[in-house]
């Protein structure tokens, strides 16, 4: 059983910074793919980014240039650093992993950004 527990999240000001972490327990291997998606009050889940094991990586078109994925496979963990942060980036940020078949997720850590 995989699970997945985020910290980092908080109140920040527009474009300020946080850094996201998130810690994975349990089999994963090193070539699936984990990341993070965000849902705001009102709106769908959407995919912020992600990456496949220790490399090719992919963003949504609203974070590009601002946000940055990494993962550290031998600790299991994976981290967004945001930079640039906007009101619009205000959400519940959720750790992903996809482990063929099933897709897991953590409780979510709020970010903010607000004046």
């Known amino acids: 059983q995989v699970q997945l527990v985020e910290s980092g999240g908080g109140l920040v000001q527009p474009g300020g910074s946080l850094r996201l972490s998130c810690a994975a327990s349990?089999?994963?291997?090193?070539?699936?793919?984990m990341g993070w998606y965000r849902q705001a009050p009102g709106k769908e889940r959407e995919l912020v980014a992600s990456?496949?094991?220790?490399?090719?990586?992919n963003y949504a078109d609203s974070v590009q240039g601002r946000f940055t994925v990494s993962r550290d496979i031998a600790k299991n963990t994976v981290s967004l650093q945001m930079n640039s942060l906007k009101p619009e980036d205000t959400a519940l940020y959720y750790c992903?992993?996809?482990?063929?078949?099933?897709?897991?997720w953590g409780k979510g850590t709020l970010v903010t950004v607000s004046s």
């Open positions: 992903h992993a996809y482990i063929f078949p099933l897709h897991y």
């Open positions: 349990g089999r994963i291997h090193s070539s699936s793919t």
């Open positions: 990456i496949i094991g220790g490399g090719s990586t």
